[in-house]
């Protein structure tokens, strides 16, 4: 009798976990096409020189919104989900996401071999994951771990360049390229950590829960991530505005 009332509690959790996850497709899907709207009305509400950022941070969230309209349609709970569709959006969405640090800075000399470096680590990052969830054994580990390395150099790339740059910018300025790090420190960490669960563990629970991970860390991470990019350009514009009137 035990057993069966095990096995019954087992099903049950599988069965909030996968509504959850149905649930957070749909979510972020609706989530990422609001913010996309928000971006472009509120893109003429900053100066001139952080619009392009704005426009990023809606180009992200569009491309996200597309994908996860995509991803609600195509999630079986319990199986392996399609990996392309994320990895589609992935190395069309962060390479965005890291040119965002140039453009806030408004950066001259230098800039293109900034985003050049940046994208070039982004892009092997990706497509080294990306060859790592679709192979086994040595390599796939080996894979892993590369796309980690890339993923330090990025991290290394912001701590040192970008930081050293963000110095003479205004104290607005700072302050959000200080919290866009952070998103690429802490909130990128999730996708290894979830790359790693799945394979640890091929359980339909395990496989369920990372997708969930993987919808939650979204969300947070390219939406989060355009506010805090939207709200620093946004704080300069009314400085400016403060002193000049």
């Not at 893109?43 to 609600?72: C, D, I, Q, W």
């Not at 996708?191 to 790693?196: K, L, N, S």
Request: charged fraction near 10%; glycine fraction near 8%; aromatic fraction near 14%.
């Amino acid at each position: 009798m035990s057993f069966f009332l095990a096995f019954s509690d087992v099903i049950t959790e599988a069965t909030v976990l996968q509504e959850l996850v149905k649930y957070t497709f749909f979510v972020g899907y609706i989530a990422m096409g609001t913010a996309f709207v928000f971006f472009l009305a509120e893109r003429g509400n900053v100066l001139p020189e952080y619009r392009r950022t704005v426009t990023l941070s809606a180009l992200v969230v569009g491309v996200a919104a597309f994908h996860y309209y995509a991803m609600k349609n195509t999630y079986v709970p319990g199986q392996t989900f399609p990996t392309e569709f994320r990895y589609i959006d992935w190395i069309i969405t962060t390479p965005l996401m890291l040119i965002k640090f140039p453009a806030m800075l408004g950066i001259r000399q230098g800039a293109k071999s900034l985003i050049y470096k940046l994208v070039a680590f982004d892009v092997a990052m990706i497509l080294l994951g990306y060859i790592g969830e679709v192979t086994t054994g040595t390599l796939q580990w080996a894979m892993f771990g590369s796309s980690c390395l890339c993923w330090l150099a990025i991290v290394g790339v912001l701590l040192t360049t970008v930081k050293s740059e963000a110095s003479s910018s205004s104290p607005e300025i700072q302050s959000g390229i200080n919290s866009l790090i952070a998103f690429v420190t802490i909130g990128w960490a999730i996708y290894p950590i979830g790359f790693a669960v799945r394979y640890i563990s091929d359980s339909p629970v395990a496989l369920d829960g990372v997708q969930l991970v993987y919808n939650i860390g979204d969300a947070i991470n390219k939406i989060g991530f355009g506010l805090v990019a939207y709200s620093a350009a946004l704080a300069v514009t009314h400085a400016k505005q403060s002193k000049e009137a």
